[in-house]
């Protein structure tokens, strides 16, 4: 057992982009841009009434006939996804024996997050961690407003241990060890937010093989080949029960009929449609793109088509790193499906860095040392919904200072030499990170003009004597978060949201079974990870790290574990 925190190397940091980025930028799919979303009302059912917004991105389920069926195959449990869920669920799947399949739309097995938490493990505890498991219940139900549903939180809680250790007897024969990330304990934000030590990761992380790989290699190892390439049309379903789901194939249309199906297909930030019916708020904020492109609600609608029921509110992960050049606005740009974002930097991380932030008048809006969405809604408020960050040459002292956790965390980089050229490699290279040698030609070059120019000078200055006096009179910003903007050259980068993924999605119970509008459980359907719900309400709970591949994985394996009688 390992007793070390997190040390990643900064190869491995600066590539956080680089497996995404290449993923996203081999698809051609950019970033986000402004439209007027359409007006919403949702039913019982959790669809949009209003008949255009439900034309829109709900559509009408598709009719297969009998005879277009080129085969047909039978299972007791069937996965639909191979990525985190899916592959958990897989995994248990296996190791309990029982009959399944396992297909997924890609060519191959999606990017794998590697962060993942869980609470009071094994390495938790040699490193002297308690988690105060009702109140990290509590804190998650808060950042959902109550809209949640507290017995599933509590399952990936209780169950996310045995899964870490599951992961990790996996992960050792590829000679990667598991570290617990430990950043010092702080305030931020103003006010006071519980920050569990959750996230666990295999270092060296983002090196092949990184975790799905593993585990879909030990199934092929196993006899269980996923079925790539299948692509869900509709599951099968009847008056309260579905009984497995058809496909579409290279060799035509595949049938496979099953006592149980579960839904790992992720949520739908690649579908424009539906995220501008559903996300509008997400959508008037973002200028680039991190999810996966597969991830185009194909789980949610199939399943809203047999009958479930979905969350009513929406839950977005964005991160506040979607650089842009001077004068582009957050939103999508073009219509329809082939919607994408202006940006084309899926994420310049210095962007998480609480530096002074200012809007196109020049001007403080928000306390910029927050969770990573909050600056992106509140920008939401201001002219085209983008920001201005900037910062001086001791721009790296600062973020030494500054001490974000997740994956903006910098320090242990800086540490092993990663210089600033490094860390903004990509904004320089795509000539939208501005470097002057005066702030007034700084302000010149960021697109501030007349009153703006003026209002931008003025803000410096004033942001400076809060330094000076280690006090933010205006938004509260704690004083080891302040820095001073004095010592040339000086930077500024515009910026917007990069949307990652949604987490709203099916309603599910505490077995992850899926639940119909009036709350009763649809027999043989289940649903886990991004294309479920009833866990995050309105934002993601960025200071409880690595929750999310967390709660898909364990969601997964849970599933697994109930049908093998082992839950």
Known sequence: MSNKTMSMNRRDFLGLGAAGAAVVGALGLAGCAPSAPAEKSLGETGAATDAAVASDWLGTEPEVAEGDIAETLDTDFLIIGAGTAGLAAAGAAADLGLNFIICDKANQVPETREYLGGVDT?????????????????????????KCNQKLIKMWIDESAEYVDWVTEVMKDQGKEVMLDMPPAH??????YYVPYVQHLWEPSYVPPTRNDVIAERLSGQGHDILFEHEMVKLLHGEGTVTGAIFKTKDGYKQINAKNTLLATGGYAANPVMMRALQPAAVACCTASSFNPTCTGDGIRAGLWAGASKDIDAAPMIFDRGAVAPGVDAGYEGTDEAAIFRGNIFQENIG????????????????????????????????GGVWCQVYDANMMDDMVRFETVGCSRVVPYIEMGMTFDEYTAASQESGILMKADTLEELADMLGFADQDKENFLAEVERYNGFFDKQVDEDFGKEAYRLSAIR?????????????????????????????????????????????????????????????????????????????????
């Open 122 to 146: 094994a390495y938790a505890k040699a490193n002297n961690v308690e988690i105060d498991k009702p109140k990290l219940l509590n804190e998650l139900t808060r950042y959902a407003s109550g």
């Open 187 to 192: 305030a931020t934000g103003g006010t006071d």
């Open 352 to 383: 998480s860095q609480p530096f002074m932030k200012v809007n196109r008048r020049g001007q403080r809006f928000a306390n910029e040392s927050t969770p990573y969405d909050f600056v992106c809604f509140a920008a939401t408020y201001q002219p």
């Open 487 to 567: 010592q040339a050259p000086f930077y500024g980068c515009w910026f917007g949201g990069s949307l990652l993924t949604t987490i709203d999605g099916l309603r599910i119970n505490e077995n992850c079974q899926v639940l119909d509008p009036e709350l009763n459980v649809i027999e043989g359907l289940y649903a886990a990870g991004d294309v479920s719900g009833s866990f995050f309400s309105g934002n993601y709970p960025e200071y409880i790290v690595g929750v999310a591949s967390g709660r898909s994985s364990v969601e997964g394996r849970h599933v697994a574990k109930l049908l093998g009688g082992a839950a």
